[in-house]
């Protein structure tokens, strides 16, 4: 049976059900559970990042011994808590989203867990965040890693600002950039107009009449591996550059 999530690129919802029984879901932590569910209550809970994949980033977070980290798009704060969890206790995350309210919902939960402490919630578009931190210099290669999943469009230009953010060594991780497939869509395959706006990387038959709001990611620059693991369908970028 083919899968019917289109935040999973697996073949089966059997087959991901296999693993969040037997991987995921037994070593979720508590916290993060609660904020899972509580969030699966929000008329927008398609946004949150699946649980295995907030899984791998914690993960991923913990071989990279990070300390300093930036979160592009928060949401409730589901992916912001796993890595909050990975972090040292003396970590800290700046984490910029438009919308407070959202975060409201899983602060609660995230006070609960005691990481509130390493997280600054700045309440913002990213771009003049960012901007304000590389103005910095200080923060030139201060952070180890950074997520963004946020405006598909704006990618390529927060992509620009963490290269000089990150540290050499660190992770540049992006969500979505396979958009549930729509990357290598067939051109009568019809589309939802909102992925379509929001694409980071428009579906190539949708390529030539692109209004240049959606610019497609630049061809990467950095040693790359492009995953597929729950919707965290990204280029994680190694920043060796000099």
Known sequence: MASTDCKSL???????????????????????RELRLATHQHPLTLMISLPDEAQFLNLLLKILNAKNTLEIGVFTGYSLLATALALPDDGKIIAID??????????????????????DFRKSPALPILDQLVSEEKNIGKFDFAFIDADKANYPDYHERLLKLVRIGGIIAYDNTLWCGTVVAPPDEIIPGYMLLHSPSPPRHCQAASTGDAPPLRQPVLPSSLQAIGSLSLPLSLNLSL
């Open 10 to 32: 697996l073949k089966s919802d059997s087959l991901y059900k296999y693993i969040l029984d037997t991987t995921v879901y037994p070593c979720e932590n508590p916290y993060m």
């Open 98 to 119: 438009v919308n407070r309210e959202f975060y409201e919902v899983g602060r609660p939960i995230i006070e609960k867990a005691g990481m509130a402490g390493k997280i």
